[in-house]
């Protein structure tokens, strides 16, 4: 049975996650904390592992429940605030770290990287272990903090979460328990899984090695029109607003439903 292993959210758009049992469906197709705040500079551009290292070495521990999230640099004590109270001393807290000025804005339906295809992102346990094998020194754990992806499926064998897209103008619809998903398109991966998700150093080869990798054991049945360059994993899905309000839980399985026209 295919069925979902774990949820993650990522609270602070490209800080740590937070692991879940359930996260509920907004209304924009994202999971509720995912991504629901950001960091942004004076010009308000994102400020995350694309543009700077020192993301890499920031570490977060965000609390849902009691809606704190703490932060603590490598030569600073973790620091401690209310999200929803006390932004500006986050923003004074962040500044400082930075070098910077820097801005916590907050979106309650998430800043997801992808607006066309705003739902979570699915892989699987299976896929992660291979490509992790891909690199010495990376454990699966590892490979997991590099691709933060929202959905890992077990019960599958690798790369079976590609056969949720098809070709272009299309969608594969399938269903997570209760949630109605659409699959786009296979993720385009960003310099951020090339680096060490805790120290931001680089990976020799790191992107050539996943290329030659993941063109080689892309199964025969994927359409390779939708790889103008191999450095995609994982997949990006649309969520009907439908879907508004529903649940999702580790344990739901997965019903595959057919494919339709990309509306």
Known sequence: MVEIARIFVYPV????????SQSTVLESGAL?????????????????GKRSAQVHSLRSSFDITARTVSFQGKATDPQTFYVDHERPAIEAWLSDYFGIEVQCVQSLVGFPDDTNASGPTIISTATLEVVASW?????????RLRLRTNIELRGVPPFWEDQLFTEAGTVVQFQLGDVLFEGINP?????????????????????????????????????????????????????????????????????????????
């Open 135 to 143: 690199f010495p020194g990376i454990s699966v754990d590892e490979m």
């Open 13 to 20: 758009k490209s800080l740590d996650g937070v692991v879940l």
């Open 187 to 263: 993720c385009q991966r960003c310099v951020v899984p090339t680096r060490n998700p805790l120290s931001g150093e680089a990976y020799g080869q790191f992107q050539k090695i996943f290329i030659q990798k993941r063109q080689e054991t892309l199964p025969s049945w994927v359409p390779s029109s939708r790889f103008n360059h191999f450095f995609r994993l994982a997949v990006n899905t649309r969520v009907p607003k439908s879907e508004s309000g529903k649940i999702l839980q580790v344990g739901d399985s997965v019903r595959m439903l057919g494919v339709t026209k990309n509306s």
């Open 32 to 48: 509720k904390y995912d991504r629901e705040f950001a960091l942004v500079d004076s010009q308000g551009r994102f400020i995350n």
